[in-house]
């Protein structure tokens, strides 16, 4: 099983020269632009982007350019991402139908934003998009299948849209496009795609099922939060999710379960649909992601190490402990620096120095599992032995 996960992004200039955004584009798991199902490369571009790298390290302030696939448009799930960062990109060939139109005009009533990818002054291409063309702002031209001479033709119903040029190659194309009044661009004469590679850490598809289940039965939100316990891949990308595109919802939370509740049961359930569509999820019950695997220990011994020095241990006391090992893992897994996450969380002081200089009870146990991750149970024990603690409890 390939454990890492490929994306393939360039960048959108304006006339001089600076990146206003990044187009995203599917790459399968060998990293090749393979799609046979467009609703699941849209999913799988949008899970990779958010819930594994993050917005901050794939596109920082700038726009995130994303290509949009019709039954998408007819899920809820856009209304999960942030109108103000992302443009939606609809393909020359989508099918517009009534209710695809209708959700394009209600999301833009939202302040979703539109693109046109591929446009085209084709009768056929014209027949079917004009009646969108209120909601777009952004019209994108492949110049190496468009006649320029039809810009000058009257009236261009392009006119109030900002152009982009893609798949500019050379200088010339450059000029001769921003002279039509094209202000923004994008090929290889600018920069080539750029393939981004992280470590995939997916859920098990059951995992998933389970609780999208519990969602569509309306279980209680105590239900729904304790199965974060169980399902730490799936509160590691939701930590990383809402990094993305929600921070609101985890500045000064305390707890993986204080997110979740913040998040809402209606988003969470668009959120695992998301997954679902992507088919991110592993089905096989004995095909575990070996990094999967390694976050699901740290947890564990860490639990563990907490119930050795209190042997029942407040509700307080797990949730802080679940937050520390989901945030270590997230810097170690996912390679979020400390610091950024720290500023975007602003925990409580004893996470923050458990996290950083590894003091008090919670340091000294997180501290304790990085010991025990390279079988050093003496140095282990070292740390707890203020808490009574031998390296024979440990072993044991």
Known sequence: MNNNLYLA????????????????????TYGECVIDDPRHATASVL????????????FGESLAFIN????????DILRTLPKEKFIFELSE???ITSRIHEAIRYYHSLGYRFALDNASFHPHYLDSFLPLFPFIEFAKFDVTQTDIEQFSLQPNPYGKMKLIAQ??????????YEQLGFDYFQGFYFARAHIITQKRIDPQYMDVMELFTLLQDDAPMDEVCD?????SILALQLLQFLRSVHPEHIEGTLSIREMVERFGKSALMQWLLLIIYSKSGTKAIDEKNPHAVFAQSR????????EKIIPDPTENQIEQIHLIAMLSLLEGLMNVPMESLLLTLHPNREIEDALITHTGMLGRIYAASLKLE???????AILLKSYGITPEEISS
């Open 93 to 95: 060939t989508m099918k």
């Open 227 to 231: 199965s974060f316990k169980y399902q």
């Open 374 to 380: 390279t079988g050093d149970v003496n140095g282990a």
């Open 47 to 58: 899970v990779n982007l958010l819930n594994h790298i993050g917005s901050s390290s794939a």
């Open 299 to 306: 947890i564990n011994r860490m639990l563990s190490l907490l």
């Open 167 to 176: 798949k500019v190659e050379f200088y010339e194309m450059a000029e001769a």
């Open 9 to 28: 992004r360039q960048p959108i200039l304006n006339r001089a020269e600076t990146i206003i955004g990044y187009e995203f584009f599917y790459r399968n």
């Open 68 to 75: 949009t696939d019709g039954p998408l448009m007819l899920t």
